[in-house]
């Protein structure tokens, strides 16, 4: 089917997942929204979050696309089980992938989850992984600071970036964990910082790859996957902005355009 998939984030972080799709799925058609206004959503309560979420898929329906991916673990957290039942299309999240990842990649069975505050307080990771192995410890970490960091296109600034990373996790130097998951879509913009501030001894992992992978049995298994060759790129935002598109750019190794849209035009 040629129709676009949907892939939304509240900001820039979800083009970290769009890479992977692109890169696993490379004639499939992607429709990007980035609500940049209302972002960080991390800091919102579970109701605004569900709210923006809804508007969004609502939004990327009504453009067409066949599948939505929340490129979002804080969207995924409030929303995905509530929006999975409102709406027909398959909708999927990147906590259960990053959970799967995780479960591959530790050998001694304990894992550090960063989040933003919304995420590590939902335990959204820890109920997951547990769904799978109860034996694994999870501690979960909220990062406030990342998300207008990365937003800001402040990861750019080496300096910057290292003492953003060693502020929010200098209580964690030495955590008996041998798995860090980038809880947050943003966060690979932050990897490399991560893992030098853990000397390179952490595995450092993101759910970008994995949820590329279940999109891609999805569309097989329901017979969504392109038939043709002509795939397109669009981007859109609630609100203008010279560093999504930088820092997509960048990211993409692509020239996009942006549209700016408010989703209430389209309800
Ligand atoms: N990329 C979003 C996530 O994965 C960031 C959330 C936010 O806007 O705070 O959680």
Request: neutral net charge; glycine residues 4%.
């Amino acid at each position: 089917m040629n129709r676009p998939i949907g892939v939304f984030d509240s900001g820039v972080g979800g083009i970290t997942v769009a890479k992977e799709i692109i890169r696993q799925l490379p004639n499939e058609s992607i429709y990007f929204y980035g609500d940049i206004k209302n972002c960080p959503y991390g800091d919102k309560n579970s109701d605004e979050i569900l709210k923006y979420t809804d508007d969004a898929i609502h939004f990327l329906i009504k453009k067409g696309v066949k599948l939505v991916v929340i490129a979002c673990n804080t969207a995924t957290a409030a929303s995905l089980e509530i929006l999975r039942k409102k709406y027909t299309i398959p909708i999927i999240g990147v906590i259960k992938s990053g959970a799967v990842t995780a479960l591959q990649t530790t050998n001694i069975g304990k894992v550090l989850v960063l989040g933003t505050n919304f995420t590590a307080k939902s335990e959204a990771y820890s109920k997951e992984i547990h769904k799978i192995n109860k034996d694994i410890i999870v501690h979960n970490k909220a990062c406030k600071s990342f998300v207008p960091f990365v937003e800001n296109k402040d990861y750019e600034n080496e300096d910057a970036a290292y003492n953003i990373v060693n502020n929010e996790l200098s209580l964690y130097k030495n955590i008996d964990v041998d798995t860090i998951i980038l809880g947050c879509t943003h966060y690979p913009l932050l990897q490399k910082y991560i893992e030098k501030y853990f000397n390179n001894e952490k595995m450092v992992i993101s759910s970008g790859k994995e949820t590329a992978r279940e999109v891609s049995s999805i569309l097989t298994f329901l017979e969504l996957h392109t038939t043709k060759l002509d795939k397109e790129y669009k981007f859109f935002v609630s609100q203008k902005s010279d560093k999504f598109i930088a820092t997509a750019e960048k990211w993409l190794n692509l020239d996009i355009d942006v549209n700016v849209i408010d989703v209430e035009d389209f309800k």
